[in-house]
């Protein structure tokens, strides 16, 4: 019984890799601070899944990824994982040696980073 059991479990994971399930998120990760590290960012980004236009990097190290419009209110911050920012848009990798004190701003995803000083 117990080796029929165990066939049954090894012939599951076996379709479950062969159709992908349960593949770890590949997703490049280029920035020097941890995975999990807080970052803000708006519910335009996380809920209407609005592009991110807007980053900074401030004076305390921390991340802010927006998407670029004038309307945000507190309440309406959001704080998620650096990784995950990355997961929503992995051009933000391209923004991974920007130092602390600097932000950069764009027209769309895909165009260039315009940096500026905070």
């Known amino acids: 019984m117990t080796k029929r059991i165990s066939l049954t479990l090894i012939i599951f994971m076996g ?6 399930q349960g593949k770890k ?11 999990d590290k807080a970052v803000f960012t708006c519910n335009h980004v996380t809920d209407e899944k609005s592009p991110i236009l807007y980053a900074t990097h401030d004076i305390d190290g921390d ?4 998407c670029g419009q ?14 995950n ?10 923004l991974f040696e920007m130092p602390i004190g600097v ?16």
């Open 15 to 20: 379709i479950f890799k062969l159709f992908g």
């Open 25 to 35: 998120d590949k997703t490049e990760f280029k920035f020097s601070d941890a995975e």
């Open 63 to 66: 991340w802010q990824f927006l």
């Open 70 to 83: 004038n309307n945000h209110a507190e309440e309406k911050a959001k704080i998620i994982s650096l990784k």
């Open 85 to 94: 920012a990355v997961e929503l848009d992995n051009t933000l990798n391209e």
């Open 103 to 118: 932000g950069a701003e764009r027209n769309g995803i895909g165009e260039k980073w315009n940096p500026f000083r905070i």
